[in-house]
């Protein structure tokens, strides 16, 4: 069986996060999401590149959910989540999918 990339998992928890939590009106759902995919890449990612360039990964999807508030006043929430999730996947591709 082939293995589903790290960046998918990590894009889908951004997007699908915020899309629960905005289409059932409730954060709280969105935040399980959001930290399932989260947990989810993150044990990935400590198996295939090691616990230094996992909490790499880890702090740039935290920084990538947190980002995306303040710069949603600036370009509109669903761009902004697509541009944070865009980094985020980009990054995982690069450190952790990219050889696998």
């Known amino acids: 069986m082939e293995r589903v990339p790290t960046s998918m998992v990590a894009a889908a928890g951004l997007v699908g996060g915020y899309a629960v939590a905005r289409w059932t009106k409730k954060r709280p759902l969105g935040g399980v999401v959001l930290g399932a995919a989260g947990i989810a890449a993150g044990r990935e990612w400590h198996r295939r590149v090691g616990a230094p360039a996992a909490a790499g990964l ?3 999807y935290l920084a990538g959910f947190a980002g995306a508030h303040p710069l949603a006043k600036k370009v509109g929430a ?17 450190v952790a999918d990219r050889n696998g």
């Open 58 to 60: 880890g702090a740039l």
């Open 78 to 94: 669903w761009p902004a989540v697509f541009g944070a999730a865009g980094v985020v996947a980009g990054a995982a591709w690069v």
